[in-house]
């Protein structure tokens, strides 16, 4: 096993945030981007929001067939070849004329972009120790983050200057380049130990999964966040397009600078534990996007910036905790369970859009604030719940 800090634990585990940041970049390239999309295609908020939602749906419908896949061939492999897909689709969308064209092209990017995220922490939890697996996945989610600003800066200042198909062009370029590195630094599974591919047995495990409170807890605190705290940023941008504040594709993308407090977040999310139970840290980050979209309520794009650093901030240290909650609490395929998990997570942002669109009709950005505060309020009761389920335990197992 992998022991933390070691050269081995340093190359795998820089080699899937790298590979973490390509496919987070090339799933928000877009972001930036979508009232370009809509200017460009004559189309609305909600149908400019489609380029990123039909990814993000079938991205999450991919990770139902790569975890049990990789639980039965392996780890590597799987994301090699679908992070190669994943490039090629890029590259292919730089070509693009259609709406319906571009459409059909992310559709088919998802399908590859599931690949890694499916797998990494899988291939942590086969290859590194427990105290490995804790520091590493904070350092993993940290890349998710850092992959989701690049992507949204390469598409706001390439699409800027040189139009949205260019961005998706310097993307596929940029991509390729990472999976190479990737190849040449993550080592070949050594504890890996393959389970023949039934699907009887994978819907048995699917169903444990589901069956299992402590687990469904944290696939519905994964999916309700992330519903919200993305297509927040996906809603403001038209905000931020429009009267008074005129912002440049440019100048959008670099709105997504305020996810690098939640990869500060996320790299620290380990340490968190030292001091405070896994549920009470998601209780605490859940208090933060509360604030954080509440502070998005005052009429000053420094507030507006400074509310989207706070939801960050929380966002990424609850998904951290709860991704590796789930990872701990897996007593077998780990790997199936990681993969539901990040179903939920984006089966709720792919619906965010259509849930949040009712509340933008009803009163703009205001609504969104409203809508976003009755979501978040039932993953932060989620997150009590955890708290006193972990209270009950550690107290049989002191009487015990």
């Not at 590194?128 to 600003?149: D, E, Q």
């Not at 993307?171 to 504890?191: D, E, H, I, T, Y």
């Not at 706070?310 to 897996?330: D, I, K, Q």
């Not at 009163?363 to 309020?377: D, P, R, T």
Request: glycine share 10%.
């Amino acid at each position: 096993m992998i022991e933390a800090n070691t050269r081995a634990f340093r190359a795998a585990t820089l080699a899937l945030c790298l590979g973490s940041a390509m496919i987070f970049a090339n799933l928000h390239v877009v972001q930036s981007l979508l009232p370009t999309l809509a200017q460009q295609f004559h189309l609305t908020e909600l149908e400019a929001s489609w380029s990123l939602t039909i990814t993000i749906l079938t991205l999450g419908l991919s990770l139902l067939v790569y975890g049990p896949l990789s639980d039965a061939i392996g780890r590597k492999p799987i994301m090699v070849v679908t992070m190669a897909g994943a490039v090629l689709t890029t590259l292919a969308l730089s070509q693009v004329e259609s709406y319906t064209g571009l459409l059909v092209l992310r559709g088919l990017q998802g399908l590859f972009l599931g690949g890694l995220p499916a797998i990494a922490i899988a291939y942590m939890g086969d290859e590194f120790t427990r105290k490995a697996v804790v520091l590493a996945v904070g350092v993993y989610i940290s890349a998710n983050s850092l992959g989701g600003v690049t992507g949204r800066m390469v598409g706001g200042f390439v699409g800027e200057h040189f139009g949205w198909a260019a961005a998706f062009g310097a993307m596929g370029v940029l991509s390729a380049v990472l999976l190479v590195v990737f190849v040449w630094l993550l080592p070949k599974s050594q504890n890996f130990h393959p389970k023949p591919l039934h699907p009887l047995h994978i819907a048995r495990d699917m169903g444990g999964h589901l069956r299992n409170p402590v687990l469904l807890v944290a696939f519905l605190i994964a999916g309700g966040n992330f519903m919200i705290f993305l297509n927040q940023y996906s809603y403001i941008t038209f905000v931020l397009a429009a009267a008074p504040y005129y912002l440049s594709p440019h100048a959008l993308g670099l709105l997504f600078l305020t996810y690098l407090s939640g990869t500060l977040a996320a790299a620290l999310s380990g340490r968190v534990t030292q001091y405070f139970s896994a549920p009470v840290g998601m209780g605490l980050g859940i208090v933060l996007l509360m604030g954080g979209t509440l502070l998005t309520l005052i009429p000053h794009l420094y507030a507006i910036v400074w509310g989207f650093m706070v939801s960050s901030l929380g966002f990424f240290l609850t998904h951290s905790l709860a991704s590796s909650w789930v990872s701990n609490h897996a007593l077998q395929a780990r790997a199936s369970a990681s993969s539901l998990y990040l179903v939920f997570y984006y089966m709720g942002a792919s619906v965010g859009g259509f849930v949040l669109a009712p509340f933008w009709a009803w009163e703009g950005w205001l609504g969104i604030v409203v809508g976003s505060l009755l979501v978040y309020s039932l993953t932060l009761g989620c997150s009590m719940w955890l708290y006193r389920w972990q209270k009950r335990a550690d107290e049989r197992r002191v009487w015990v």
